[in-house]
């Protein structure tokens, strides 16, 4: 049974949230007619779709892999053999949070704590399960809890799909204003840019800056909803050759203001520093002397 809300706007929130190119999707399976979203650029029948479906008080996204996907299962069996590590960190902060993960490979139950299963996988299932507030019944909660199991279930396969390597130059993301003849751009890294790790941030820590809570969906509206950046912590010079990223703890989304302060430094300025600062200065300005006579009389 097809639920009410738009398949077609998790597309696109969940497109921008992790630079993707998605599509919504109705398909059939053997519970009826799912809502969902596919990669557009793995064509049916080799592709997958997440799809998102109803249960008891709660609402789950799974993985469903197209009639001729084999080849994609048994090189995410691959690839999970060197992402194992930020795969178990995300699926633990998901638990964390509250969301229940359901994995089985070659059909048999894979519990987290023992790993994941070496290659050959020859069948996956993965599914993202998060109760629901059944009484509300809003629509608007549908489609934000859709996005919340949808988006996870996606940032868990991210990083188990055979994506293509990032090139490893940083590519400037803006320019920052400076003085007159001084010449600088915030880079964002391999790390950074990378879609898989961009996503498990993004699932894990949601897509408010981690410094200033700005929401970019919140102030644009639609225009800009799930927009954020992903600020990678480590400094590059010091990472040594046997660097692997973890998405959930080296990463953090961050507004493009606050992602531009920590870089004004170099190495990049801690988030939490650059939190305890901002919110000292709020202190100070919102005392009530201070808002109501900015400058005290003599
Ligand atoms: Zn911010
Ligand atoms: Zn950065």
Same mark, same amino acid.
């Given at each position: 049974?097809?639920?009410?809300?738009?398949?077609?706007?998790?597309?696109?929130?969940?497109?921008?949230?992790?630079?993707?190119? =998605?599509?919504?999707?109705?398909?059939?399976?053997?519970?009826?007619?799912?809502?969902?979203?596919?990669?557009?650029?793995?064509?049916?029948?080799?592709?997958?779709?997440?799809?998102?479906?109803?249960? %008891?008080?709660?609402?789950?996204?799974?993985?469903?892999?197209?009639?001729?996907?084999?080849?994609?299962?048994?090189?995410?069996?691959?690839?999970?053999?060197?992402?194992?590590?930020?795969?178990?960190?995300?699926?633990?902060?998901?638990?964390?949070?509250?969301?229940?993960?359901?994995?089985?490979?070659?059909?048999?139950?894979?519990?987290?704590?023992?790993?994941?299963?070496?290659?050959? %996988?020859?069948?996956?299932?993965?599914?993202?399960?998060?109760?629901?507030?059944?009484?509300?019944?809003? +629509?608007?909660?549908?489609?934000?809890?859709?996005?919340?199991?949808?988006?996870?279930?996606?940032?868990?396969?991210?990083? =188990?799909?055979?994506?293509? @390597?990032? @090139?490893?130059?940083?590519?400037?993301?803006?320019?920052?204003?400076?003085?007159?003849?001084?010449?600088?751009?915030?880079?964002?890294?391999?790390?950074?840019?990378?879609?898989?790790?961009?996503?498990?941030?993004?699932?894990?820590?949601?897509?408010?800056?981690?410094?200033?809570?700005? +929401?970019?969906?919140?102030?644009?509206?639609?225009?800009?909803?799930?927009?954020?950046?992903?600020?990678?912590?480590?400094?590059?010079?010091?990472?040594?050759?046997?660097?692997?990223? +973890?998405?959930?703890?080296?990463?953090?989304?961050?507004?493009?203001?606050?992602?531009?302060?920590?870089?004004?430094?170099?190495?990049?300025?801690?988030?939490?520093?650059?939190?305890?600062? =901002?919110?000292?200065?709020?202190?100070?300005?919102?005392?009530?002397?201070?808002?109501?006579?900015?400058?005290?009389?003599?």
């Amino acid at each position: 049974m097809c639920m009410p809300f738009s398949e077609e706007a998790l597309a696109e929130v969940l497109g921008v949230r992790f630079r993707l190119s =998605l599509s919504g999707c109705v398909a059939n399976t053997p519970g009826g007619p799912r809502q969902g979203v596919r990669a557009t650029d793995i064509p049916e029948p080799n592709g997958f779709a997440v799809l998102v479906s109803t249960g %008891w008080k709660s609402l789950e996204a799974g993985f469903f892999p197209d009639t001729y996907a084999g080849d994609l299962v048994r090189a995410m069996g691959r690839k999970a053999a060197t992402s194992h590590q930020p795969f178990l960190s995300l699926v633990s902060t998901f638990e964390a949070g509250g969301k229940r993960i359901g994995m089985k490979v070659n059909g048999s139950v894979v519990l987290p704590e023992n790993g994941l299963p070496p290659p050959p %996988w020859n069948q996956l299932e993965l599914r993202v399960r998060r109760l629901t507030d059944a009484t509300s019944g809003n +629509d608007g909660d549908l489609q934000a809890d859709a996005e919340t199991v949808a988006s996870a279930c996606l940032a868990l396969l991210l990083l =188990l799909l055979p994506l293509e @390597e990032e @090139e490893p130059a940083g590519l400037p993301l803006f320019e920052a204003g400076l003085p007159e003849g001084a010449c600088s751009t915030v880079t964002v890294n391999r790390y950074e840019r990378s879609p898989a790790n961009r996503a498990a941030c993004i699932a894990a820590h949601g897509s408010r800056c981690g410094i200033c809570g700005f +929401d970019f969906g919140v102030v644009y509206g639609p225009l800009a909803h799930g927009y954020i950046e992903v600020h990678h912590r480590t400094p590059v010079s010091r990472m040594g050759d046997g660097y692997r990223v +973890d998405p959930v703890h080296d990463l953090i989304p961050l507004c493009a203001n606050c992602h531009a302060a920590v870089h004004r430094v170099d190495p990049p300025m801690e988030p939490e520093t650059l939190r305890e600062m =901002l919110a000292t200065r709020r202190r100070m300005t919102c005392r009530p002397d201070s808002r109501s006579h900015p400058v005290k009389p003599s």
